[in-house]
C-alpha cells in the first residue's frame, strides 16, 4: 500500500529524523526505510531514564540510552543490521555462530544477534560498558540460547592480549556506524584484521557522512573483499558483506 509523505514522516519518530537527517521521498528506498524505522518505538512521556523500545525477532527490546556519550543511543545503522539479520535469518543463520560486535553501543546488535541464537561477545570502550551490559542482561536473560558476554575492546589496543590471533574463531564480525569522524581509523581496520581469519564474515553497516571517513572504504577493500548487501540512500547507509581476501594476496 502506498503512503503518502505525511503518513510515512509520522512513523518516523521525531529524534530518530535528527539521527538520521532524513531526506523524505528523494530516494527509492523509502518503503524499506520505513518499514525498518517503525520497530522503533520512543515513550511518549519524557521520564528521568532515556530509554527507547525496539521490535525485532518475536521481541520487544527496551534499550536505555545515555546522552553523554558517542555510544551511548542507538544509531540508525544498527537498526539497518538488525533488520537485514532479522529477515535473512536462514541464508545467515546465526543458531550456535560465535559473534564479536565491535563498537556495539547500547547493544541492540548484539542482543538480536543472542535472540538469533548466536554465542555473542559485545565490545566497545570501558565508559559505554557499564550500559552495554545493563541493556543485554535486561534483554537477553532467560530469552536466549547463549547468553552474552561484554567485553571491552578499544580498537588497536592489547588486541593479541585481550583477544588471541591464534584462538580467535568468529564465524561473524558485526560493526554498526564505527566510522565517523574520530581519529582511531587505522585502530579500527588493525582491529578488523587481527579479528578476522579467512572464512569470518564480517556485517558492517556504515553511515556515510564526511569524505575523509569515506575513504576509510578504500583502505578497507585492500584487506577485504566487500560486498554491497543492501543500500539505502536516503539514510545515507550501506549494508556490506565482506570477507579477507586471501593473506598472500595482501
Ligand atoms: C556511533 S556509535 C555506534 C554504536 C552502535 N554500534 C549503534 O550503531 O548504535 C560508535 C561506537 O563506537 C565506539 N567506539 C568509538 N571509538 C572507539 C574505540 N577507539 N574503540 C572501541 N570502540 C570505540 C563508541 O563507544 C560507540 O559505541
Known amino acids: ?10 512513523l518516523l519518530s521525531s529524534e530518530l529524523r535528527r539521527k538520521l537527517d532524513y531526506k523524505e521521498g528523494e ?3 523509502g518503503h524499506l526505510v520505513v ?5 522503533c518505538f520512543s515513550p511518549a512521556l519524557i521520564t528521568n531514564k532515556s530509554w ?3 521490535h525485532f525477532v518475536g521481541h520487544q527490546i527496551k534499550i536505555t540510552e545515555a546522552t553523554d556519550c558517542y555510544g551511548a543511543v542507538v544509531w540508525p545503522s544498527a537498526l539497518v543490521l538488525c533488520y537485514f539479520l532479522e529477515t535473512n535469518s536462514k541464508q545467515y543463520s546465526l543458531v ?9 553501543g547500547t547493544g541492540l546488535v548484539s542482543i538480536v544477534a543472542s535472540l538469533l541464537g548466536a554465542y555473542v561477545t559485545a565490545t566497545d570502550l570501558p565508559e559505554v560498558l557499564g550500559n552495554l551490559q545493563y541493556n543485554i ?3 537477553t536473560k532467560m530469552k536466549c540460547k547463549h547468553q552474552p558476554q561484554v567485553k571491552e575492546l578499544s580498537w588497536g589496543v592489547d588486541l593479541e ?9 568468529f564465524d561473524y564480525i558485526m560493526a554498526a556506524d564505527v566510522v565517523y569522524y574520530h581519529p582511531f581509523l587505522d585502530e579500527l581496520l588493525l582491529t578488523f584484521d587481527h579479528l578476522c581469519k579467512d572464512n569470518t564474515v564480517i556485517l558492517w553497516a ?3 557522512r564526511l569524505d575523509k571517513e569515506n575513504q576509510f572504504v578504500g583502505r578497507f577493500q585492500e584487506l577485504f573483499d566487500l560486498e554491497v548487501l543492501s543500500d539505502f540512500p536516503s539514510l545515507n547507509i550501506t549494508l556490506y558483506k565482506a570477507m579477507r581476501k586471501s593473506r598472500k594476496e595482501v
Open 27 to 29: 530516494n527509492e528506498d
Open 137 to 139: 542482561l535486561q534483554n
Open 1 to 10: 500500500m502506498d503512503m503518502i509523505p505525511s503518513q510515512r514522516n509520522r
Open 35 to 39: 518499514e525498518i524505522m517503525r520497530r
Open 161 to 169: 592480549k585481550n583477544f588471541p590471533w591464534s584462538s580467535c574463531q
Open 52 to 54: 527507547e523500545s525496539f
Open 206 to 208: 556504515m553511515r556515510f
Open 96 to 104: 550456535d555462530k560465535n559473534v564479536i560486535e565491535i563498537g556495539a
